[in-house]
T-cell receptor
Framework: DTAVSQTPKYLVTQMGNDKSIKCEQN?????MYWYKQDSKKFLKIMFS???????INETVPNRFSPKSPDKAHLNLHINSLELGDSAVYFC??????????????FGPGTRLLVL | GQNIDQPTEMTATEGAIVQINCTYQ??????LFWYQQHAGEAPTFLSY??LDGLEEKGRFSSFLSRSKGYSYLLLKELQMKDSASYLC????????????WGAGTKLIIKP
């Protein structure tokens, strides 16, 4: 049983295209996240949702739009892809409380390559 | 401002002990996490500290000093499979559930 799953695992596409990455968690968590990890391996938070409500929206281009249809799903849509968008995108979830409940569990990542 | 510092890379020998340090400057403090990330894989949770002192979990231990803004991860009886990046992350004050992440320490284990 996969706790946090993402699709697709690999995504190769041309500049200018629009693509979506899907994330689902079956842990019953209230909070979900999207991270970008670039070639230098630095994890950068992009968005976070708590019970379908956006609570973190870091400075990312508005070409990136998250959508949470329910608290088990958080999808990421990217418009007009650019070369600099090439990275690994991780979805994560947590219970969203205090202390150890804030432990985040990560999906396997989506490796995006923009040509 | 927010800042988390870790060494970029460390090398250790199989069977030995290694200590990976993390110093932080954040707006408030509500806990510190250590994660392990193998190449090409997702980060996985290792430990959580919110009170000063040492938390031991098998071969791995994590220490926290809140007054010094300092933590370390101690790995004993190193195995080749411990070759990975180790990420330090701090939960700031506030209620937006955000973790501030360090850049990670790449640990290379040699036979």
């Amino acid at each position: 049983d996969t706790a946090v799953s993402q699709t697709p695992k690999y995504l190769v596409t041309q500049m200018g295209n629009d693509k979506s990455i899907k994330c689902e968690q079956n842990l019953g968590h209230d909070t979900m996240y999207w991270y970008k990890q670039d070639s230098k391996k630095f994890l950068k938070i992009m968005f976070s949702y708590n019970n379908k409500e956006l609570i973190i929206n870091e400075t990312v281009p508005n070409r990136f739009s998250p959508k949470s249809p329910d608290k088990a799903h958080l999808n990421l849509h990217i418009n007009s892809l650019e070369l600099g968008d090439s990275a690994v995108y991780f979805c994560a979830s947590s219970q969203g409380g205090q202390g150890p409940q804030e432990t985040q569990y990560f999906g396997p990542g989506t490796r995006l390559l923009v040509l | 401002g927010q800042n988390i510092d870790q060494p970029t890379e460390m090398t250790a020998t199989e069977g030995a002990i290694v200590q990976i340090n993390c110093t932080y400057q954040t707006s408030g403090f509500n806990g510190l996490f250590w994660y392990q990330q193998h190449a090409g894989e997702a980060p996985t949770f290792l430990s959580y500290n919110v009170l000063d002192g040492l938390e031991e979990k098998g071969r791995f231990s994590s220490f926290l000093s809140r007054s010094k803004g300092y933590s370390y991860l101690l790995l004993k009886e190193l195995q080749m499979k411990d070759s990975a990046s180790y990420l330090c992350a701090v939960r700031e004050g506030g209620s937006n559930y955000q973790l501030i992440w360090g850049a990670g320490t790449k640990l290379i284990i040699k036979p």
